[in-house]
C-alpha cells in the first residue's frame, strides 16, 4: 500500500503532527469526539448488517453501561433477529453441528443437530470473557466468519466479544482482526450516555474515499487490508443511497482505523534553512469554463483530523513509548493450561463423552437404577433394548494433568561476581536441576559476561548436558546485565509459545557496566537493565533474582522493577531456594 504523490502523502502528515500531543489540541479549541456517540453509531450500524461487518470487541467491565450498549444493539435489529450468547467451554458439535447423541441413543439411529453458529445465522453471537477464550473456538469462530458456514450449513453471523480482560490481557488478535469495532466503555459513566445522538452532517462529496482510508492505514501502521475494507464498508453503509460524503469518511475512520493505529508517521522533513523559498508565480484569472480548485483542507485532511482526535490517550502513550498492547495479547491464560485428554484419571462427572473421555463403567453405574422403569416404557413402545442409556447417564473421565515448566537460569558470569560467589551461584543451580529433573521439568541457562550474553543451554530435560554447560561456564569480564535479562525473555517467551510455563531464575550482584551496545558506562548501563527488567514485567513472567553481591542495593532494584522475589546468597539455604523457585513457577 502507497501513496500517490499529491493526492494523500502531504496532507496526512499536515495533520496528523498535532496528534502527538492530543491533550494540548484538545484545550486548545478542537472537539473531541464523544465516546458514547460512537458506540451509539457502532451498535446501530452492526445491527444493520452484522455479517458484513464482522462484529465488535466491547471493552468494558460487566454493569449497566455495557448493558446499555447491547441494549442499542437489540432494539436496531430487526424482529426475530437470532441472539445466542457462547456458553463458555462449549464443544464443537454444539458449536458448528454434529451428531446428537443423547438423541441418537434414545432413537437408535444416527440423529443430526445443528450448532449454535448455524442457529445464529443472520443475527449476533455474544461470546462473554472473550479475552480467555480458547484458541481451537477461536479459530472455529474466525473460520465461520471467512466462510460464513459452519459444517455446511449457512451461518453468516455477527460476532460481539465482550473484553473483561485486566492490563495486557486482551482478545486475540486474528479473531479480533475480523470485526470491524472496538469500543473501550471502560471510562464512560451512566451520566454520559445519551439516549439517541445525532447523526452527523452529509458534508461535501468525497472524491477518493477508498484512497483515503487506505492512505490513513498506511499512515497509521494498519497492516492488515481488513482495516481499510472494513472502514469502507462503514462508510459505505452511511452514505445509503448517496455519494459517500466527508463525514462518512470521518466517521469510519474513527470507528475502525483509529483504534488498530499501530505507529505514528513519520515525522515530515523540513526544508534547509538556507534555501529560499520558490517564487510563486502571478496569479491570472481563470478562464471561465475552468474547474474551481479544490479547497486546502481536502478529505484526507478531514479523516486524518478525526483520526487525531479518536486515538485513545493511552494508546497514544504507549506508541509514543514505542510499544502496543496488540504486541503483548494473548487469548487469556490458555497458552499456560492448553486441553488435553490425557493424564491421571482422578473421578467423573456428567458430560459429553466427545470433550471428554467416556467413563464407561460410571455411565453404566449411573444408568443402572433405572432400568427396570426404562425397559417397562421401552416395551409400552414396542422397543426391545436390554440397556437403555440417556443423556444424564454419561460420564466423563476428571483428568489431572501438571503442566510442564521451565526454569530459565540467567547467571551472571562477569568479573564483578568474584570466583567464589559464582561458584555458589553454580551449587544453587545444580540443586535446583536436580530437583527439576525429578519432576521432569525443563531447565534452561542463559550466562552474561563481557559485551554480552549467550543461550549456553536451550530447554532440556537432561540433567548430565545441564551440569555440563555450567561447569564449563567461564566468569570474568564485564556486566552486561541488560543483555542477559532480554535474552532471558526472550528464552521465557519462546517456552510460553511452546505450552509450557516459564520462569526466570536471575544470579546477580546487579552492578551492570556495560550497555546494550557493548559500550561501557554504568549510569547508561544502569538504566538499561532496570528498563529491561520492567520489560520483563509487562511481559507478566514470573521472577526470582538471587544476590550474589555483597551489597544488596542493585540487585534489589532490580527485583523490584522486574517485580520479582529478591533472595539473598549465602544467607539462604537450598531448602528455601527451591521453595522460592517453586512459588514464583
Known amino acids: ?51 458484513a461487518f464482522g462484529g465488535a470487541i466491547l471493552r468494558a467491565a ?46 437408535g439411529r444416527p440423529v443430526a443437530r445443528a450448532g449454535l453458529l448455524a442457529e445464529a445465522d443472520g443475527g449476533i453471537v455474544v461470546v462473554p470473557m472473550a479475552e480467555r477464550l480458547p484458541p481451537g473456538t477461536a479459530s472455529r469462530l474466525a473460520t465461520a466468519l471467512d466462510t ?13 466479544l465482550l473484553d473483561e480482560g485486566e492490563g ?47 492512505a490513513l492505514a498506511e499512515a497509521f501502521g494498519v497492516t492488515s487490508l481488513r482495516g481499510p475494507i472494513l472502514a469502507a464498508r462503514v462508510a459505505r453503509r452511511l452514505a445509503g443511497d448517496r455519494p459517500i460524503g466527508r463525514s462518512d469518511i470521518v466517521t469510519a475512520a474513527r470507528l475502525v482505523l483509529a483504534p488498530r493505529a499501530t505507529r505514528l508517521p513519520a515525522p515530515e522533513q523540513p526544508a ?23 479547497a486546502a483542507d481536502t478529505p484526507d485532511d478531514v479523516v486524518l483530523e478525526a ?53 464407561l463403567l460410571g455411565t453404566l453405574r449411573a444408568a443402572a437404577p433405572w432400568q ?31 503442566t510442564e515448566t521451565t526454569t530459565v537460569f540467567c547467571v551472571d558470569a562477569s568479573g564483578s561476581a568474584a570466583l567464589e560467589r559464582l561458584a555458589e551461584a553454580k551449587g544453587a543451580v545444580e540443586l535446583l536441576l536436580a530437583e527439576a529433573y525429578v519432576r521432569r521439568d525443563r531447565v534452561a541457562l542463559v550466562a552474561f559476561r563481557g559485551t554480552g550474553a549467550e543461550l549456553v543451554l536451550p530447554p532440556t530435560r537432561s540433567l548430565t548436558r545441564a551440569k555440563r554447560g555450567l561447569s564449563g561456564l567461564p566468569g570474568g569480564g564485564g556486566t552486561p546485565l541488560a543483555a542477559g535479562i532480554d535474552a532471558a525473555v526472550a528464552v521465557a517467551l519462546g517456552v510460553r509459545r511452546g505450552g509450557s510455563r516459564p520462569a526466570i531464575v536471575l544470579l546477580t550482584d546487579g552492578r551492570a557496566n556495560v550497555a546494550r551496545s557493548g559500550e561501557g558506562g554504568r549510569a547508561r548501563a544502569s538504566a538499561e537493565a532496570l528498563q529491561a527488567a520492567r520489560a520483563l514485567r509487562a511481559a507478566n513472567l514470573p521472577a526470582l533474582v538471587v544476590d550474589t553481591g555483597s551489597r544488596g542495593e542493585e540487585s534489589r532494584a532490580v527485583a523490584d522493577a522486574m517485580g520479582a522475589r529478591y533472595l539473598k546468597l549465602p544467607r539462604i539455604e537450598a531448602g528455601q531456594l527451591s521453595a522460592a523457585v517453586r512459588a514464583a513457577l
Open 1 to 51: 500500500m502507497t501513496f500517490v504523490a499529491g493526492s494523500g502523502e502531504a496532507s496526512c502528515y499536515t495533520l496528523l503532527k498535532p496528534m502527538r500531543d492530543h491533550r494540548v489540541s484538545a484545550e486548545g479549541g478542537r472537539t473531541a469526539p464523544d465516546p458514547w456517540a460512537d458506540a451509539h453509531c457502532a451498535a446501530r450500524l452492526l445491527a444493520a448488517d452484522p455479517a
Open 62 to 107: 460487566p454493569g449497566p453501561v455495557r448493558e446499555r450498549w447491547l441494549d442499542a444493539v437489540r432494539a436496531a435489529l430487526p424482529a426475530g433477529t437470532p441472539w445466542r450468547r457462547l456458553p463458555p467451554g462449549i464443544g464443537d458439535d454444539a458449536l458448528l453441528g454434529g451428531l446428537d447423541l443423547a438423541a441418537t441413543l434414545a432413537a
Open 148 to 160: 460464513g458456514t459452519a459444517s455446511d450449513r449457512p451461518a453468516r453471523f455477527g460476532l460481539i
Open 168 to 214: 495486557d490481557e486482551t482478545v486475540a488478535e486474528p479473531l479480533a482482526d475480523r470485526l470491524a469495532f472496538r469500543i473501550d466503555m471502560s471510562g464512560i459513566g451512566l451520566a454520559a450516555l445519551q439516549t439517541d445522538p445525532p447523526d452527523p452532517e452529509p458534508g461535501p462529496e468525497a472524491p477518493d474515499p477508498v484512497g483515503d482510508l487506505c
Open 272 to 294: 534547509p534553512e538556507s534555501e529560499a523559498p520558490p517564487e510563486e508565480p502571478r496569479a491570472e484569472p481563470p478562464p471561465d469554463d475552468a474547474v474551481e480548485p479544490a
Open 307 to 359: 483520526v487525531r482526535a479518536a486515538i485513545p490517550p493511552n494508546l497514544l502513550d504507549q506508541l509514543l513509548a514505542g510499544r502496543h498492547p496488540l504486541a503483548a495479547a494473548k487469548a487469556g491464560r490458555v497458552g499456560q493450561a492448553a486441553a488435553s485428554r490425557t493424564g491421571r484419571p482422578v473421578g467423573s462427572r456428567r458430560g459429553d463423552p466427545r470433550r471428554g473421555r467416556l467413563d
Open 372 to 402: 427396570a422403569v426404562r425397559r417397562a416404557e421401552g416395551e409400552a413402545r414396542g422397543e426391545t433394548r436390554r440397556i437403555v442409556v440417556r443423556r444424564d447417564d454419561l460420564r466423563i473421565r476428571i483428568l489431572r494433568q501438571r
